[in-house]
């Protein structure tokens, strides 16, 4: 069975920093490319970032370049999101889903919150 | 950067009756293989989104026949034949060809 779990959400003040942890099992993730994605509490979606399976593609939303980084786990089915400077615009829950790229997202996880709050 | 516009934001609807979701695209999906990656989007309260529609109008596995894409270029549409309880929560497009990747703002359909 195809699965993707986030962790590492959590309250955060601003300025702050998060790793977020998406792990993928039943598939092999560097077939595809994964994807962040956040929503925020008015419910819209915004990509955060992806990357390719193979690496070679890398690319960050113009709203979190240079804060956020994406990067994979010595365990090839494991990849991260690092938050670094954080804001109250970026309170949301995040969700990784997977994508054959060019194509869309098939799967997606249950999401982990990120609430960044004085 | 491609924009996504949905329509109408809020849908109540009827049961039984039809509903149509309207996605406009600030440029042209196509794609540099002849194909569009139209997604579409379905998210329960409660749960993450469940993928309905790829490239226009091919339903993933599981999904009722009852949903069904369509459109080119700029103008795509999601249709329900037949709208039934389990259908409530808000709808979303999105194109999977260009990174970054955009969202429509969705459309929340209730019962009326």
């Known amino acids: 069975e195809v699965q993707l779990v986030e962790s590492g959400g959590g309250l955060i003040q601003p300025g702050g920093s998060l790793r977020l942890s998406c792990v993928a099992t039943g598939f092999t993730s560097l077939d595809y490319a994964t994807h962040w994605v956040r929503q925020t509490p008015g419910k819209a979606l915004e990509w955060v970032g992806g990357?390719?399976?193979?690496?070679?593609?890398?690319d960050y939303a113009d709203s979190v370049k240079g804060r956020f980084t994406i990067s994979r786990g010595s365990a090839k089915n494991t990849l991260y999101l690092q938050m670094n400077s954080l804001r109250v615009e970026d309170t949301a829950l995040y969700f990784c889903?997977?994508?054959?790229?060019?194509?869309?997202?098939?799967?997606w996880g249950p999401g982990t919150l990120v609430t960044v709050s004085a | 950067d491609v924009v996504l516009t949905q329509s109408p934001l809020s849908l109540p609807v009827t049961l039984g009756q039809p509903a149509s979701i309207s996605c406009r695209s600030s440029?042209?999906?196509?794609?540099?293989?002849?194909?569009?990656?139209l997604n579409w989007f379905q998210q329960r309260p409660g749960h993450s989104p469940r993928r309905l529609i790829y490239k226009v109008s091919d339903r993933d596995s599981g999904v009722p026949d009852r949903f069904s894409g369509s459109g080119s270029g700029t103008d795509f549409t999601l249709k329900i034949s037949r709208v039934e309880a389990e259908d409530v929560g808000i709808y979303y497009c999105m194109d999977g060809g260009h990174w970054p990747y955009a969202f429509g703002q969705g459309t929340k359909v209730e019962i009326k």
């Open positions: 990357i390719y399976g193979n690496d070679a593609k890398l």
């Open positions: 889903g997977r994508d054959v790229s060019p194509g869309g997202l098939d799967e």
């Open positions: 440029q042209s999906l196509g794609y540099s293989d002849g194909n569009t990656y």
